[in-house]
C-alpha cells in the first residue's frame, strides 16, 4: 500500500516562533503533495498544492508568506508555519498522490494521506 | 460556500446492520468523488471511490452509488462491524482524485454491539 509519514507528529512552540512540517511518501514517487488543516470537529481544508520542483498553488485565503512549501523532491514535501500565532494552532495533514503508482497495487487517481501534525502555538 | 454537505454530523447503527452514509454536492464540475475514513488524530484513510461516468462501485463491504441528476451519493457499509466506528468523509474532484478535493464536513459514524 502506499504509506506517507509525516514528521512531527505533534509540536508545541511559542507564539512568534517558525516551525517545519514534513511529508514523505515512503513507497512511491508523489508527483503531487497537498497541504490541508483540520480545526476541530471541522472538515478538511486545501491550504495549497504542491508539484515537485515549481512553486506550490495556494488556495484563496492562504497567506503564502506565512505557509512556506516547498516540494524539493518525488517524496518529500515541508510546510513551515512562519511567526506562528495561537490562531495558527490546528492538526495539518498532508497527502500526496500519484499517477506512477498503478504499478503496484495503488489507486491512480487517489490522494493517500499522512496522520497529520498537532501544532500548537502557546 | 460548502460544496460538499454531509448532512448528518452522526449516525448510529447495530453491528451486522446496514450503515448508509449520504452526501450531497453543488458544484456541476465534479466528477470524481471518494470516502474516507478518519480516526482522532490521524489521517483519513481512503476507502472507496466512483468516477461520474459510473453510478455504482462496489469493495468487499463498502459500496458506493452516485446520483448525478441528484447530485447526491452514499455509501452503503454492510455488515456494520466495531472497527468502522470512525468519521466518514465524502470528497470530490472536477479533476480525478489525485488532484484538488473538496471535502464534505464528516458523519460520525458509531457501530453498537
Known amino acids: 500500500g502506499a504509506v506517507v509519514s509525516q514528521h512531527p507528529s505533534w509540536v508545541i512552540c511559542k507564539s512568534g516562533t517558525s516551525v517545519k512540517i514534513e511529508c514523505r511518501s515512503l513507497d512511491f514517487q508523489a508527483t503531487t503533495m497537498f497541504w490541508y488543516r483540520q480545526f476541530p470537529k471541522q472538515s478538511l481544508m486545501l491550504m495549497a498544492t504542491s508539484n515537485e520542483g515549481s512553486k506550490a498553488t495556494y488556495e484563496q485565503g492562504v497567506e503564502k508568506d506565512k505557509f512556506l512549501i516547498n516540494h524539493a523532491s518525488l517524496t518529500l514535501s515541508t510546510l513551515t508555519v512562519t511567526s506562528a500565532h495561537p490562531e495558527d494552532s490546528s492538526f495539518y495533514i498532508c497527502s500526496a498522490s500519484s499517477v506512477r503508482a498503478s504499478g503496484r497495487g495503488l489507486a491512480t487517481d487517489t490522494q493517500y494521506f499522512g496522520p497529520g501534525t498537532r501544532l500548537t502555538v502557546l | 460556500d460548502q460544496q460538499v454537505k454531509q448532512n448528518s454530523p452522526s449516525l448510529s447503527v447495530q453491528e451486522g446492520r446496514i450503515s448508509i452514509l449520504n452526501c450531497d454536492y453543488t458544484?456541476?464540475?465534479?466528477?470524481?468523488f471518494l470516502w474516507y475514513k478518519k480516526y482522532p488524530a490521524e489521517g483519513p484513510t481512503f476507502l472507496i471511490s466512483i468516477s461520474s461516468i459510473k453510478d455504482k462501485n462496489e469493495d468487499g463491504r463498502f459500496t458506493v452509488f452516485l446520483n448525478k441528476s441528484a447530485k447526491h451519493l452514499s455509501l452503503h457499509i454492510v455488515p456494520s462491524q466495531p472497527g468502522d466506528s470512525a468519521v466518514y468523509f465524502c470528497a470530490a474532484s472536477a479533476s480525478g482524485g489525485g488532484n484538488k478535493l473538496t471535502f464534505g464536513t464528516g458523519t460520525q459514524l458509531k457501530v453498537e454491539l
Open positions: 458544484n456541476s464540475m465534479f466528477d470524481y
